[in-house]
């Protein structure tokens, strides 16, 4: 038997103890950060451009973000404020988003994006870092002085360290919002010669920019005409045309689809791996989503789960997550995955359909029997048209999320026998999003 003496073990302790903090993953709950520019841009009448361009945006916060995504969405947010008779509050919460420290893998800071944003009201702003990040090196081991460690326009280290102009007495507590803590951009804290280094950047509106972080929620995140523009905007037809004459978005709040799971993992102790898949989960309801991203992410709900003492909850509400109708582009329905779920739990659950939607035409002008058209397992035509397992009698009222009209998924009826779970890893759209490993929100 190997002995190891008291002094070794003590020493080992410490080395243990000591390292801890540099493998710390720092993060927040990024919905929270755009909330107040949503609220701002809603009273301004922006309509459902505001959590199209807020989803894209907050995901930009997470880990594999790259340095400029953040940037690039408080872009965004400006454009369409611009558009809206220069609104003064969506410009200022979006001067503060630029400025809302990212998630670290590690107890690093966080890079600064290395170019001019394209609106001047940006101009000089950068992330804050959170408290608990070492202010003397980078994500990758990167010193101070090296490259992404001088925000962009400024020709030395930050004083203090993790400053920014709406926080400059140094970084923030981790996992805070900047917007609770201030009200105030900071304009008149910008550093000298920090905006006149290069002039706001001409290229294209930063909405197509803000390139989603990653492959399924941050993908489906992108365009904007995945969402309800108001009949009040230029390019939404008069609420009195007929429905047939028009292709009606139908959206919903879907950050709002998966926060009932995200408490129940959050009691159940899922500590930090619960929101990165609430996050990859809301996304796949957008209409640019794969037809099985939402399936995927109702499987990274279970496979949580499962580690969580097969935790019920979360199983029921991922249940009927997957059943969730998903936003259309146009007054039609959305395809079905055909592909059976890894979990024996979700065999035989499909999305319900919004009541809006056209129930024998889906997106692209599909015929009903057509591929896609009818749910894996079934071999005819959902009746009711529009149905789910968890709401039997018919399609969902538009925008509104079945965890509010029933807290039962239903039972999935011969789909569940139509074919055995799939052996393959179906959904990487969890725990690991924050490390850049896996998909994150968009």
Do not use: H
């Not at 003590?10 to 720092?26: D, G, M, Q, S």
């Not at 007929?242 to 408490?263: C, F, L, N, S």
């Amino acid at each position: 038997m190997v002995k190891f003496s008291t002094g070794l073990v003590v020493a080992l302790t410490a080395i243990a103890v000591n390292a801890v903090p540099f493998e710390k993953r720092i993060d927040q709950t990024i919905s929270a950060s755009t909330q107040k520019w949503v609220a701002a841009c809603n009273a301004a009448g922006g309509g459902e451009q505001c959590s199209d361009i807020s989803v894209t945006a907050f995901s930009t916060l997470l880990a594999a973000a790259g340095p400029c995504d953040q940037q690039n969405s408080a872009d965004a947010m400006v454009d369409l404020a611009k558009q809206l008779n220069n609104n003064a509050d969506m410009i200022k919460f979006a001067q503060i988003f630029a400025q809302q420290p990212r998630n670290t893998p590690t107890s690093e800071s966080v890079p600064y994006c290395q170019q001019a944003p394209k609106n001047a009201e940006l101009t000089g702003l950068f992330q804050c870092q959170f408290q608990g990040a070492k202010a003397d090196t980078f994500v990758g081991g990167v010193a101070v002085g090296g490259a992404g460690t001088i925000p962009f326009g400024l020709s030395s280290p930050l004083s203090p360290p993790g400053s920014c102009p709406a926080n400059p007495s140094g970084p923030v507590p981790d996992g805070q919002q900047l917007t609770d803590i201030t009200q105030d951009p900071g304009l008149a804290n910008i550093k000298s010669g920090s905006g006149s280094a290069a002039p706001p950047a001409s290229s294209a509106p930063a909405a197509s920019s803000a390139a989603p972080v990653s492959s399924v929620a941050a993908s489906s995140a992108a365009p904007a005409s995945s969402v309800v523009s108001p009949a009040s905007t230029a390019t939404c037809a008069p609420k009195t045309r007929k429905r047939g004459a028009m292709k009606k978005r139908i959206a919903q709040d879907t950050v709002a689809a998966a926060t009932p799971w995200e408490d129940a993992c959050t009691k159940a102790g899922g500590q930090d791996k619960c929101n990165p898949i609430a996050v990859t989960a809301f996304g796949t309801l957008l209409a640019a989503a794969d037809p099985c991203a939402q399936q995927d992410s109702a499987d990274a709900m279970v496979d949580l789960a499962k580690q969580l003492n097969n935790d019920p909850d979360m199983i029921r509400l991922a249940q009927i997550f997957a059943q969730q109708p998903r936003n259309t582009p146009t007054s039609q329905a959305v395809q079905y995955c055909q592909r059976a779920p890894k979990n024996a739990e979700l065999q035989g659950l499909f999305q319900c359909q919004f009541q809006g939607a056209s129930q024998d035409t889906f997106v692209g002008g599909v015929k009903v029997g057509s591929p896609g058209t009818i749910p894996f397992g079934l071999t005819s035509p959902v009746s009711p048209a529009g149905s789910c397992p968890a709401n039997p009698s018919g399609p969902i009222p538009d925008g509104q999320q079945l965890v509010d009209i029933t807290q039962q998924p239903g039972a999935g009826g011969s789909a569940s026998s139509a074919a055995p779970p799939a052996s393959s890893s179906a959904a990487t759209g969890g725990d690991d999003s924050e490390d850049g490993d896996a998909a994150d929100c968009a």
